[in-house]
């Protein structure tokens, strides 16, 4: 397919690659500006508590210290879905809530500032299960949130905004089918998407309403949308992104921080600078939402699904700003992974007083397969269902639908998976090694190999709108104006690729503005999987448009008309005879030609990952190890090679395969306290411990855009865990309910383990 | 608790009142203390780099000596700058990030085009670390296997998963360095 291509599916460096590998990228914490203060925040020792008084006169008297901000003294800006969560306020609910801000001419005299604040608390109980606080006469989190269930729905996603998922009859779907199972999974160890940079920005208020930031983030114009609502609608709020040093999610959003330097700017007149420490950033930033459902299934013998019915519930911590999209968005997949045509699958998302929960890669749909998935496999184990040819039959095929996040119905118009599925089959050997339910795949003494396989699939990939402007310069060059950031995935040079091929200039002729909220387009930003077909799609229509607008001036010059044009390196001729043909500057050097292109959202298409993957157990041990790693998908068409490859690797990482295996945030549940809030306690994969990864990736072209693309980074996490789980299972001979497969989990279910 | 934090005392009787860094090649002479510019005896070497020379390319990410991404050559060996006191670094010689290329000619270390070429990043935060800490592989081991690599690189997180194209990098890297050598 790509061969048709200049810049297309071939590998080309990356535009940062000479300042990533040089040190010269900069990064906000790489920012200095003139008379810049530095922002700490002083932080609640307890999980539940009202502050009764605060002398921070001490504070206020250290040389150095700019500000000392605490909830009387700040506007009562607020945020959350709905907005109930104060940017400070009276009552603290999580151990690292914000109980002041400081601002100082040094991080060091900011920090030594904070032990200068005394602080009174009236201390109130606390809760850290979900099931407790759903109990009447639990500690109350918020008085907005009776019974510390959170408001169900995004008004985003419009007035129908899926809350669950609820059609046909469940009791008759039961009574068709030749099994029903019920279980209960829970997915609760909270990993933590944990990019190397930490949160950070720089603020500068400028009176009486301007307020400037430089981010570090996904999606630097959505900044601008949501503090424009936090900030009581009365703040002209300009971000400014740049190279940001991984999110997964995680950075989409950082109101808080953003508001807190915002504050202090104010109070003081200065920029200030606020970089989360590692331990903040562990234990004060957001984290994967808990799951766990109980639920029953009805299955047939040939593998189809008669019924799901189900308590979803979603521990958001202490409060939320994006969990109900996540639950509108993993209800949707749900639907994308599985045909069924009775379901009552009821999600309850919960308040408790730990650290807040909030977007991470895989956003819902990885949270909810990793429960629905083994639910679906007791079912499976009883009538000796092969899970590969379960998932493969199950997965949405072209003229399937589902209802999507904004609650109305859409038919799927994509290509079948079913090709690289059996592609990614083959290739790990699933007929081979599959040995049926509950089986090794082999054994070797006291260590024994099991297999999992897992599916995902989402329809953000052409979720939310994009703008975006494309500019041509008599020089022979274009910038792309699109205001996306560079967070790892290589789309702002994969869009300037796009840019490069409709234009046929060469890609050193293109450069992507900086991704600043004032003079680009709109943009939701480069989330889930979205940046190839939805961002894509706006910047080829721009390049498109741009093209469109020179031949227009230039067609007075050559005859003809502008159909009849067409442009290589710089120069633009006619087709039917092409020894017209004038270059770009023929525009004149006192006119540059803007192209516009918006993409509108568009559900009706879904990306796939399926992985497989096999394990070894050692039964007297414990120890889990992952060998080796198959993932699955059709892509379209091939952007960029190496940063696919990257992509696709990534499923282990950032809160995804190794979720199931060893990371885990500890919560101590009697005093809320994150006992992993460093990266020695907190487990992650290094060098040596690399397992074998091969990816399957087709490219049968979907009716996206010119190219046939569609996006696929995201979801590479998404698939892994609930297979480590079933492989896990196979290998041992028993099933485990839980993550991750810790070595002590592992002997407790093979009856090894103590008492606990 | 101090009030004032310059009144903070320093080691009585400490007789080196300033240091000596060569840092790129370049050597640069620095006041102990606690007056703006100087380093105070609580700097570490990443802090020192970063905030008081402006060498930004050097990143720090756990503060906590965990994951490498900090790390430097002092004297040709991987340290982590985040561990490392300035003060205890009187008379070292440190190389960055930003002193990797050929300070003459300007061309980039085969280690750096290596990475570029095989796109061994995605965010790119931990790459200058992790470029440093291959750098000082190479030099003890210019032939290295993938087993070394690895075990090299055991103290360098990366959270994209870019280790299997760092791997290629590397061991590409230790290619071009032989092919230059005949």
Redesign the interface.
Known sequence: MTAAYRFIGK?M??K????????????V??IKLPDMLHCKVLRSPHPHARIVRVDKSGAE????VAAVLTWQDVPDWKGGTPRHTRVLDEKVRFVGDAVALVAATTE??AE?AL??IKVEYELMPAVFEMEDALRPGAPQIYDEYPGNVVTPGMPFFGPKNLKDVVMGDVESGFAQADVVTEGTFGYENMPN??????PGVIALWEEPNKLTLWVSNQASYMDTVTLFHVMERQVEVRSIGG??????GSKFMSWQMQCHAALLSRATGKPVKFIF??EEHLAAFVLRPSSRMNARVGMKKDGTITAVAGRWLIDTGYYSMTTQSQVAVGCGEVQIMVRCPNWDLRPVIVCTNRNASGIVRGFGGQELKCILIPLLSLAMEKLDIDPFLFLKKNFVKPGDGYFWRDGIWYTYRGVDYGPAMDKGAALFGWEEKWKGWLKPSSTAGAKKRGVGVGVHGNADIGEDASEAYVRIHPSGKAVLFSCVTE????QRTNFAKMVAEVLQIPLDNVSVAPSDSLTNPYEFGPAGSRGTYAIGSAVIRAAEDARKKLFEVLVPRLGGDVEDLDTMDGLVFSKSSPEKKVPWKAIGPDRTVTGYGRFEPDYTLTNCMMTFLEVEVDTETGQVTLLRVVNATDAGCVIDP??L???L??????AGIDSALFEETVLDRTTGHILTG???DYK?????D?PE?ENVVLETPFPSHRFGAVGVGEVATSPGPSAILMAVSNAIGTRLYEYPVTPDRVLRALGKGGAR | ?A????ERPHKAGAKTASITLTVNGRIYGLEVGGAPGAV?P?HTLAFTL?ETLG??????????G??G?CTVLMDDKAVLSCMTLTVECDGKRVT???G??DAETGR?DPL??A?????A????????GI?MSAKALLNENPRPSQ?E???A???????????????DAVMAASTVKEEVAK
């Not at chain 2, 009030?3 to 310059?6: L, T």
């Not at chain 2, 060498?55 to 906590?64: A, F, M, P, Q, R």
Request: proline letters at 6%.
């Open positions: 590998v460096p990356r940062d690659a000479l300042d990533i590998v040089s040190g010269t990228s900069r990064y914490s790489d008297a250290l040389e150095g060091q005299i030594e032990d200068l998407p944990l990019p190397p940079e930490p190279p940001c040093g991984g999110s997964f420490t590692k967070h790892g995935t290589g190496q940063g490859r990257g992509q690797n990534g499923c282990l990482g950032s460093n990266m020695i992650w994969r290094v060098f040596p690399l990864i | 608790m009030k004032n934090r310059r105070d609580a970063r060498l930004t390319g050097t990143k720090v990410s756990c503060d906590n965990a994951c991404c960055t990030i930003e990797l290329r980039l750096q085009q990475f570029i070429d095989e796109t990043f995605q965010c790119g935060f931990c790459t200058p470029i087993e690599v690895k075990e690189l055991a103290g360098n997180f990366c959270r994209c998963i870019s280790h299997y194209q760092v791997i």
